[in-house]
């Protein structure tokens, strides 16, 4: 119910911290603004520790069931949280070179961060439909916060519309499944799912809807045509935010949806979402291979990741946690090892504002520790094997053949390779060419 409400306290302080931000940015001079970066980084690592001494052990639901307290959504939230450190963190000098009103950026940021928390809290449709809304409302700021930037005010447009028209999307799928089963609660569907007699095709229409809308917030094919525009028009930080934090969230509220509420009618959707996966990895690393700007590339490698991620949600299993365990593993690998590479090419781009995967040539005669950061970083998402990137995909792969599906583990595989040539294309860039 909620005479717990003292185990949101890290949400209220967070959004707390994000008005702070604001209201310190009407008052400190010019010179000092980028002092906010380091408030906020300061109040996220205080939030981490109150998190994980508040809420350590605890199983516990509020609002109802609506919202949930437990190891998943503290994994998650802790994940976040660092996820903003970085984010700042890397973010401080192209803010100030670049941007303008920092403290709205950072607040907005704090903001985002909050609805990503309560998605991975959320165990009901409306409530993660809510939480999703005030992550994209955040993001689509974001993305167009180089006001002078045609490029990025294209973005913001574009990812505005396309986040509008697929929110409705969502948002009507919910009510279509309210509609035929009365309940919006993830465990409610799943019992209700496992006691229907016959089911009503608008239940099938409303949670394809559902799909569908989720399909373009994760950018999987075929709702992906967005991405590299919005990516590319972006603000670099913003690039990684949307790779990383956006994704991550996503696939947080997937997981918890399609586990508690949609295994117990798993043969009906786990070929679809099999499928969509098996295309969006294909389509994601071929179309890769043709890109020459380095946000694009980083882009198309997003929708290739988000490929394999939907393979092991396809594999989720009532009799094993394997696939559940290797998504959240391949989420932490996938991120950590992007967080690497974007630390790189934003201390690239603050170096010499260039964003072609051209521009990278010699860069390891010049800057031999950048070139090894991002060099590292991109084989670890390749796959390679001593990677990071490897073990968790080797993983992934694994609980897809215990599953019977070695099609798509198979198709994973070769996927995986050819990524790999893209990324070798910017290393060689870096190390072959003068």
Same mark, same amino acid.
């Given at each position: 119910?909620?005479?717990?409400?003292?185990?949101?306290?890290?949400?209220?302080?967070?959004?707390?911290?994000? !008005?702070? +931000?604001?209201?310190?940015?009407?008052?400190?001079?010019?010179?000092?603004?980028?002092?906010?970066?380091?408030?906020a980084v300061t109040g996220l690592a205080a939030l981490i520790l109150v998190s994980l001494v508040?809420?350590?052990?605890?199983?516990?639901?509020?609002?109802?069931?609506?919202?949930?307290?437990? @190891?998943?959504?503290?994994?998650?939230?802790?994940?976040? !949280?660092?996820?903003?450190?970085?984010?700042?963190?890397?973010?401080?000098?192209? +803010?100030?070179?670049?941007?303008?009103?920092?403290?709205?950026?950072?607040?907005?940021?704090?903001?985002?961060?909050?609805?990503?928390?309560?998605?991975?809290?959320?165990?009901?449709?409306?409530?993660?439909?809510?939480?999703?809304?005030?992550?994209?409302?955040?993001?689509?700021?974001?993305?167009?916060?180089?006001?002078?930037?045609?490029?990025?005010?294209?973005?913001?447009?574009?990812?505005?519309?396309?986040?509008?028209?697929?929110?409705?999307?969502?948002?009507?799928?919910?009510?279509?499944?309210?509609?035929?089963?009365?309940?919006?609660?993830?465990?409610?569907?799943?019992?209700?799912?496992?006691?229907?007699?016959? +089911?009503?095709?608008?239940?099938?229409?409303?949670?394809?809807?559902?799909?569908?809308?989720?399909?373009?917030?994760?950018?999987?094919? #075929?709702?992906?045509?967005?991405?590299?525009?919005?990516?590319?028009?972006?603000?670099?930080?913003?690039?990684?935010?949307? @790779?990383?934090?956006?994704?991550?969230?996503?696939?947080? !509220?997937?997981?918890?949806?399609?586990?508690?509420?949609?295994?117990?009618?798993?043969?009906?959707?786990?070929?679809?979402?099999?499928? &969509?996966?098996?295309?969006?990895?294909?389509?994601?690393?071929?179309? @890769? !291979?043709?890109?020459?700007?380095?946000?694009? $590339?980083?882009?198309?490698?997003?929708?290739?990741?988000?490929?394999?991620?939907?393979?092991?949600?396809?594999? $989720?299993?009532?009799?094993?946690?394997?696939?559940?365990?290797?998504?959240?593993?391949?989420? +932490?690998?996938?991120?950590? %090892?992007?967080?690497?590479?974007?630390?790189?090419?934003?201390?690239?781009?603050? &170096? %010499?504002?260039?964003?072609?995967?051209?521009?990278?040539?010699?860069?390891?005669?010049?800057?031999?520790?950048?070139?090894?950061?991002?060099?590292?970083?991109?084989?670890?998402?390749?796959?390679?094997?001593?990677?990071?990137?490897?073990?968790?995909?080797?993983?992934?792969?694994?609980?897809? @053949?215990?599953?019977?599906?070695?099609?798509?583990?198979?198709?994973?595989?070769?996927?995986? $390779?050819?990524?790999?040539?893209?990324?070798?294309?910017?290393?060689?860039?870096?190390?072959?060419? #003068?």
């Amino acid at each position: 119910m909620t005479a717990n409400l003292q185990l949101l306290t890290p949400e209220f302080a967070l959004a707390g911290l994000a !008005l702070i +931000v604001f209201a310190l940015d009407l008052v400190l001079p010019a010179g000092r603004k980028h002092l906010l970066g380091w408030v906020a980084v300061t109040g996220l690592a205080a939030l981490i520790l109150v998190s994980l001494v508040m809420l350590w052990g605890k199983d516990e639901t509020l609002y109802d069931g609506l919202l949930a307290v437990d @190891a998943y959504s503290l994994f998650f939230k802790i994940f976040f !949280l660092g996820l903003g450190i970085f984010i700042i963190l890397s973010s401080i000098e192209y +803010v100030s070179q670049y941007l303008e009103n920092q403290g709205e950026f950072y607040g907005l940021l704090l903001f985002s961060i909050l609805g990503m928390n309560v998605m991975a809290q959320s165990r009901e449709l409306l409530t993660a439909y809510i939480s999703l809304e005030l992550l994209s409302f955040s993001l689509y700021v974001l993305v167009a916060y180089a006001r002078s930037d045609f490029k990025s005010n294209e973005a913001g447009l574009k990812y505005i519309i396309v986040g509008a028209f697929s929110s409705a999307i969502l948002l009507y799928g919910v009510s279509m499944v309210y509609s035929t089963l009365g309940v919006t609660k993830f465990v409610a569907i799943s019992s209700a799912l496992e006691n229907a007699g016959g +089911v009503s095709p608008a239940l099938w229409v409303g949670l394809a809807m559902i799909l569908v809308g989720l399909g373009f917030k994760i950018a999987a094919v #075929p709702f992906h045509m967005w991405a590299p525009d919005v990516y590319e028009g972006a603000p670099l930080p913003v690039t990684a935010y949307l @790779a990383i934090g956006s994704k991550a969230a996503a696939f947080a !509220l997937v997981l918890r949806l399609f586990s508690e509420g949609l295994l117990a009618v798993g043969e009906q959707w786990q070929l679809v979402v099999a499928l &969509m996966a098996a295309v969006t990895m294909l389509v994601g690393n071929l179309v @890769a !291979l043709a890109q020459h700007n380095i946000k694009r $590339l980083m882009a198309y490698s997003s929708i290739g990741h988000v490929g394999i991620i939907l393979a092991g949600v396809a594999a $989720l299993s009532q009799d094993s946690v394997q696939a559940a365990t290797g998504v959240l593993l391949y989420l +932490v690998g996938y991120s950590i %090892t992007n967080m690497l590479v974007f630390a790189g090419l934003i201390s690239f781009f603050n &170096m %010499t504002g260039k964003e072609e995967i051209s521009d990278f040539a010699g860069l390891a005669d010049r800057n031999p520790f950048l070139a090894a950061c991002i060099a590292i970083g991109m084989f670890s998402l390749g796959g390679l094997p001593i990677f990071a990137g490897f073990t968790v995909k080797f993983y992934l792969f694994a609980a897809l @053949a215990n599953e019977g599906l070695l099609w798509l583990a198979g198709l994973a595989i070769f996927s995986s $390779l050819i990524s790999l040539y893209y990324y070798l294309q910017v290393i060689r860039q870096m190390y072959i060419h #003068p």
